[in-house]
């Protein structure tokens, strides 16, 4: 690899070519400017009473069937603690797994491509599409085609890209944009389904059939018809993947429909888009995750579908298999000895299902195809925090730590939004200043700093708390609901605490006798 690596200490880069320095800003769609503050864009969300009660509805149902699949399995910690063993090592060793799975994916009868941003990885698939003189492909759902803007670039260059998962093709029937890694069209009743299908099929293909219901059995009817003509037509596939095996070259893709089934074999062309840390090192390193996601994410004891591919193989499957690799800005996050885990992910979603945040605000509030616990630290490292959104992000949180509870590779997600929120702090904040966004410096820590070194005078000096104290409680009926000034940013969405009628050192001293006590 040519190119700079900023990952661990000992991290070097290999000597064949692959991630040269990026020509690109990463992490297109660069739309993502555009989106408001999640603050503002999750105050909209709350406002919205029916997206509301369907987030509210599938998030406890998801997460109630996801803890009865985990409580099965009397090793379940040993299996997460597991999991993030592997992770971490592979991580730290990325720089050879990388290199040994492009030595197996070779030798398997694959090409190997290296992206080092979103831009130069929509340059390659386009290439490659275009190589084959088809104006269509099929794709089965992948997370990191959408965080390249794939579908956009291929339209722009004339390739109509058609989405198979049900709930991506959900999605682009309805022109509206994923809200959840398991279920991108969680914030969708089946009401709204049969509208889309009923309106929109007809211009993508197949339309829907006359009379249709909201019943699920119709509705996936109407999928099944509309995408079978998709699969049996197309010469090119385009896939993501769940994981991939450096010692074999072997590429997996679990899901629940079928589609990724007929996606991976039908087609001529398979293009596999990964990014790079989806890698483990061996098939028995496979086995432990292909325990914890199912239970994690759709609460299965194992998902109805794992299809796995390595290279090429004469009369099965497709003729042709590139393999993307994508960096995006992975490597930077490498290099942040807090803020790398978040590379553990394994695209499970149980954080967004416990999330009060994520179920309050959705996932459209997020700015990004990574929404949830786990976007709030992903795409800020990504993509940096010098856009509005990514810098409020790592404040799109409670810190309640349900996220990392369930995490099934045990990501300390309530640290490292701390971690990012000094990051934010020390940068400053975003604004936006005409067509650009800038950093300025941030307002209020400096009167927050000296909150601090007020409180801490005062926990010091007795006396003077218990004054104050006892002067807040004879004065409360004259407080403020809300905080004047910059304290409304705290208190715009809550009220003040009441305060107590009598300072607890007075209840204290009453009802034990007189006796000071800890008082």
């Known amino acids: 690899m040519s190119g700079t690596f900023v990952g661990m200490p000992g991290f ?64 379940w910690a040993e299996l997460r603690e597991a999991g993030k063993r592997i992770k971490d090592h592979t991580l730290r060793h990325l720089d050879r797994y990388l290199v040994q799975l492009e030595e197996s994916v070779t030798a398997a009868g694959g090409v190997v491509h290296w992206a080092a941003d979103a831009a130069e990885a929509n ?33 722009a260059a004339g390739v109509r890209a058609y989405e198979t998962d049900l709930a991506e093709l959900i999605v682009q029937l309805g022109k509206d944009r994923p809200s959840h890694i398991l279920v991108p069209a969680i914030h969708r009743n089946r009401g709204e389904i049969r509208d889309v ?29 509309h995408l079978r003509e998709k699969f049996l037509r197309a010469e090119v596939g385009i896939s993501g993947a769940n994981f991939m095996v450096a010692e074999t070259g072997t590429l997996v893709v679990v899901e629940s429909e079928g589609n990724g089934r007929m996606c991976l074999t039908l087609p001529e062309t398979l293009i596999s888009v990964v990014g790079i840390e989806k890698i483990v090192p061996t098939w028995r390193d496979l086995e432990v995750f292909l325990q914890t996601l199912p239970r994690s994410s759709t609460a299965e004891r194992m998902n109805p579908y794992t299809s796995t591919w390595t290279g090429t193989t004469d009369g099965d499957g497709p003729g042709t298999f590139h393999l993307v690799l994508l960096d995006n800005g992975r490597t930077d996050t490498l290099a942040d000895e807090v803020g790398r885990q978040a590379l553990r992910c394994i695209r499970c979603s149980a954080c967004l299902n416990v999330c009060p945040v994520y179920e309050r605000a959705g996932g459209h ?21 010098g856009s509005e959104i990514d ?25 490292v939004l701390v971690h990012l929120r000094e990051r934010v702090v020390q940068g ?36 003077a708390l218990r004054a104050g104290q006892r002067a807040a409680s004879r004065t409360r009926r004259f407080h403020p609901r809300t905080l004047p000034g910059p304290g409304r940013a705290w208190s715009g969405t809550r009220d003040l605490p009441r305060v107590p009628a009598e300072p607890f050192r007075d209840w204290w001293r009453r009802t034990n006798g007189g006796k000071d006590g800890v008082a």
């Open 12 to 75: 070097r880069p290999p000597a064949h070519p692959a991630f040269p320095p990026p020509a690109h800003p990463a992490f297109p769609p660069p739309d993502h400017l555009a989106f408001p503050a999640f603050p503002d864009a999750a105050r909209e969300a709350a406002g919205n009473e029916t997206l509301r009660g369907n987030l509210r509805h599938a998030t406890h149902t998801i997460r109630a069937k996801r803890a009865k699949a985990v409580a099965e399995l009397p090793d």
């Open 123 to 155: 340059d390659i698939v386009v290439r490659l599409v275009r190589e084959t003189g088809e104006t269509e492909v099929v794709k089965v759902k992948s997370m990191a085609t959408q965080e390249i803007g794939l579908n956009e670039a291929l339209q």
């Open 197 to 225: 299908f009923a309106r929109e099929m007809s211009e993508w293909g197949r339309p829907a059939p006359d009379g249709l219901t909201d019943t699920p059995a119709e509705l996936a009817e109407a999928a099944r018809l």
């Open 365 to 385: 509030a997020y700015g990004s195809v990574y929404p949830g616990p786990i976007g709030a630290i992903l795409s800020p490292q990504l993509r940096g925090t």
């Open 391 to 415: 810098a409020s992000l790592p404040y799109a949180s409670s810190l309640c730590g349900a996220c990392y509870d369930v995490c099934p590779v045990a990501i300390d997600i309530p640290e």
């Open 428 to 463: 400053g904040e975003a604004v936006r200043g005409g067509n650009k966004v800038v950093l300025r410096p941030t307002k209020g820590h400096a009167a927050e700093r000296a909150a601090m070194r007020a409180a801490r005078w005062a926990f010091t000096h007795p006396g």
